[in-house]
């Protein structure tokens, strides 16, 4: 019941308007449609919905197949190996001690806020306006950084743009890929938009 009522007073401002009401009743049935496809691929794997292989019989979907199938926003696409790790480096690299931060600790990894692009959708934006070879520069409080856009190719169906992050610090620096889509941001999303993968 408490779960019901706090659903219920999450969506009531989306639905204050009609392209708010409109874009949820979307996500709706856009999540439903997955739901139904993703048990229907889980089946086809699990091989509950076929009968056992006939002579010339196509072979059943590989478990690859079904996780290709699965991506239906860049957010689902498959990081590269080590990547968390990287940004977490990258990250710790640009840590530096400030008594007006939260935690005591300010990061100049944090291009984000650094470049005042905290809105809905500003960072992600911002940068997949950029075309291959343009740079976006701040200045940090230890470190300076660059952020390049070094190629734009497709992954996983999707319209993307490759980031190379490089953070100067003296005559040390630390560096990490990343990786910025065109498509859906959410389940509930009306339209597609640029998101950040990693």
């Known amino acids: 019941m408490i779960r019901k009522l ?26 439903a449609v997955e739901g139904v496809a993703r048990e229907a691929v889980g089946r086809a794997v699990s091989g509950a919905a076929q009968p056992a292989s006939t002579p010339g019989a196509a072979p059943a979907p590989s478990k690859a197949a079904a996780k290709t199938s699965e991506i239906v926003r860049p957010s689902d696409l498959p990081k590269p190996a080590g ?50 070879g343009e740079t976006l520069t701040w200045q940090g409080v230890k470190a300076n950084g660059v952020l390049k856009v070094v190629s734009e190719d497709p992954v996983g169906g999707f319209p993307c743009k490759q980031i190379h992050y490089r953070l100067i610090k003296g005559a040390a620096s630390a560096e990490r890929d990343g990786l910025f889509c065109f498509g859906r941001s959410g389940p509930y999303s009306g339209s597609d938009t640029w998101v950040e993968v990693y």
Do not use: H, M
Not at 17 to 22: D, F, I, L, N, W
Not at 106 to 119: E, V
């Open 6 to 31: 706090t659903l219920a007073l999450a969506i009531l401002p989306l639905l204050a308007s009609p392209a708010g009401a409109q874009a949820w009743l979307e996500g709706l049935a856009r999540s």
């Open 83 to 132: 990547a968390a790790e990287k940004k977490q480096a990258y990250e710790d690299f640009s840590r530096y001690s400030c008594s007006d931060c939260e935690g005591g600790r300010g990061y100049d990894a944090w291009a984000r806020q650094i470049l005042g692009q905290t809105g809905w959708n500003k960072w992600e934006s911002k940068v997949g306006a950029l075309a291959v």
